[in-house]
């Protein structure tokens, strides 16, 4: 039986690279573009969903079209983020392993740029970039686009919303005038049908399904709750879901970091993605939720294009987008290649209409949802526990040589005991957390309920104490490594922990009173890379220090103690050290720095490895790629 790719028009060496990644059949934007594509003799506009096969859909022409006995760039993809160029390149890297001399490079902001010029000049035969990285080569006269035969623009519709309209105009004027424009979206906004317009000449255009639509595979839920309860909501959507492997999207990143953080001390596999972080510690977040070592990734709008991962389940709308037509591409990391998914949104009443938007963008309607009782959660985590001790695997090699003493151990228990108390392991847990769960759905606004929260989170900030400490993000820590290491050294839970405000090289966290006096206990001798680890309470002082009379400031850079006096003696704290000056004379002793940390564990000890200071650059802070808001 012959393939279906190879009659599409593909080569066996592309055919037997695509089987090998487990594609059997062309998912439809497949079978319809590339045949289209392969006669290389028209400019292209595909709309898609996202996760209907895009890559292949242009990644398989590409490959058949493109001279790989000539070392020079003939093939240009822009992408609007770092993930989604290297997931790009990856593919068609798969997609090109059997072809001779093919040569594949990822530019994109956040990584050494000098290795990417060394992989330009060794010779390429297709570039996938993000605009800003690009313009940077480009503007160094790296790169030479007199070849380039072909100009993919994917996820067309979020490059232009974030901003980067003119870095595309830029690059385009350095491609000739012959080539062919391929434009891949899931939405055609009036933005993307002027890119069409400006840059392509009689386009044949693909759409598949009704422009703008939402993928058919995913359920649309939402669910009304007062603001305040949103988190507790989220958390209950969680734990009805046992099996539940999801993308969580917030409004902004300090969102994204106080739901992680709020997550990891309530015992969940989480954590956060957004702009701000490395390009190292976004490949790490990334590589933990492709390994499933992470069940739930609190994301911005900003990952939602580059986080191409197999079988999320659920995708979670904490706050609702300020595009609408971002929905679309958020639900979108669900229900991927043919696969079903459930799109979740957490809404005040307040939204309803934004809601009712949406449905009309996507073409397809919500289910309005309740939010399972404490008594629904705890039966289902009881049978799912069920389920896994039914369904183990058992190793009886290893495992028999044991049977005698777990049988010892069990003698004066009945079956039915036994079971009751492996039952109970885990079903105690949120039987205990679960008991006398309030209702949390609304169907209307209170606003007496909002005033309530407001006035629970004063309440909640009386029972705890503001405290410094000598260590930032200098020192490569985010919020949820922070918290960790103030958990495992202050030996105590993560759910005493209140607010975390990371600074520079230095941070405010809060603690319950009840557990001060074992953290400053705890801490007295605890060292991050080689120098003390300070923690002082910092009272109702502001970050910038609080005035005193007689001259005294206290809580000022560095949240140390500084006095002076008529006499002319300074003296501060800072990292662990002290420094005196009496009239000028000048005397230092032991200041420590706090620079950079590298790589640790949270036992305050480096790990090998690390490296102190920045991450070169990185794209939407002002580094590699620049992001614009038009």
Avoid at 4 to 23: C, H, Q, R, T, W
Avoid at 311 to 332: F, K, M
Wanted: proline share 3%; net charge neutral.
């Amino acid at each position: 039986m012959i393939n279906p790719f190879k009659l599409l028009g593909i080569s066996d060496d592309v055919v037997n690279a695509v089987k090998d990644l487990g594609f059997e059949n062309p998912t439809p934007i497949q079978e319809q573009a590339i045949p289209v594509l392969l006669e290389g003799n028209n400019d292209f506009v595909g709309l898609a969903q996202t996760g209907t096969g895009k890559t292949a859909a242009f990644g398989l022409p590409l490959i058949e079209l493109i001279d790989f006995s000539v070392k020079k760039p003939q093939a240009l993809i822009l992408c609007p983020t770092r993930e989604l160029c290297l997931q790009i390149a990856s593919d068609i890297k798969n997609y090109s392993k059997n072809t001779p001399g093919a040569s594949v490079v990822a530019v994109y902001g956040g990584a050494n740029i000098m290795q990417q010029l060394r992989e330009i000049r060794n010779g390429v035969q297709v570039v996938v970039a993000t605009p800003g990285r690009m313009l940077d080569i480009i503007g160094r006269k790296a790169i030479d686009f007199s070849s380039v035969k072909y100009v993919v623009l994917d996820e067309a519709d979020e490059m232009l919303n974030m901003g980067f309209q003119e870095d595309i105009n830029d690059i385009l004027s350095t491609t000739p005038d012959d080539k062919k424009t391929w434009l891949f979206s899931a939405t055609m906004p009036p933005e993307v049908r002027r890119i069409a317009k400006n840059y392509m000449d009689n386009p044949t255009e693909l759409t598949m399904g009704t422009k703008n639509t939402g993928n058919v595979n995913i359920e649309h839920e939402y669910y009304v709750v007062r603001a305040r309860d949103k988190y507790a909501a989220l958390k209950r959507i969680v734990d009805f879901n046992p099996e539940i492997f999801a993308v969580v999207f917030c409004k902004t990143k300090l969102d994204t970091q106080d739901v992680a953080e709020n997550l990891i001390k309530d015992g969940y596999n989480a954590d956060a993605l957004h702009g701000d972080l490395s390009q190292q510690q976004r490949d790490k977040v990334m590589q933990r939720f492709r390994d499933r070592n992470m069940q739930l990734l609190i994301a911005t709008d900003v990952a939602a294009r580059g986080i191409d991962v197999n079988n999320v389940t659920h995708v979670v709308n904490y706050s609702l987008p300020d595009e609408i037509e971002s929905y679309t591409h958020r639900s979108g990391r669900t229900g991927r290649a043919g696969k079903t998914g459930i799109s979740i949104c957490i809404i005040n009443s307040k939204e309803i209409g934004k809601i009712r938007q949406i449905e009309r963008i996507i073409g397809k309607s919500f289910t309005k949802a309740e939010l399972p009782t404490g008594f629904d959660v705890c039966e289902k985590q009881l049978f799912s526990l069920v389920h896994k001790v039914h369904n183990v695997e058992v190793n009886e090699g290893q495992i028999d040589q044991y049977i005698p003493r777990i049988m010892d151990e069990f003698a004066e228990l009945s079956k039915e005991d036994i079971i009751k108390r492996f039952a109970s392991l885990e079903f105690n847990r949120f039987l205990e957390y679960y008991k006398n769960a309030p209702d949390l759905n609304a169907a209307a606004t209170d606003e007496r309920g909002e005033r309530g929260e407001r006035g629970a989170r004063n309440e909640r900030n009386s029972d705890y104490t503001r405290l410094f400490i000598n260590l930032g993000s200098v020192d490569e820590f985010t919020r949820g490594d922070l918290l960790s290491f103030v958990c495992n050294n202050g030996k105590i839970s993560g759910k005493n922990i209140g607010k975390i405000d990371l600074k520079g090289v230095y941070s405010f966290f809060e603690v319950e009173n009840a557990h001060v006096d074992t953290l400053f206990n705890n801490f007295k001798d605890i060292q991050f890379n080689n120098r003390g680890v300070r923690i002082e309470k910092s009272g109702d002082a502001p970050e910038g220090g609080e005035r005193r009379g007689g001259g005294e400031r206290r809580g000022g850079f560095g949240g140390g103690e500084r006095k002076s006096y008529g006499g002319g003696e300074r003296k501060s704290y800072s990292g662990g050290g002290e420094r005196r000056s009496s009239g000028g004379s000048g005397r230092r002793e032991g200041g420590a720095s706090s620079g950079g940390g590298g790589f640790r564990d949270f036992s305050g000890k480096p790990r090998e490895g690390g490296n102190a200071g920045g991450s070169g650059r990185r794209e939407g802070s002002g580094s590699g790629d620049r992001r614009r808001r038009s």
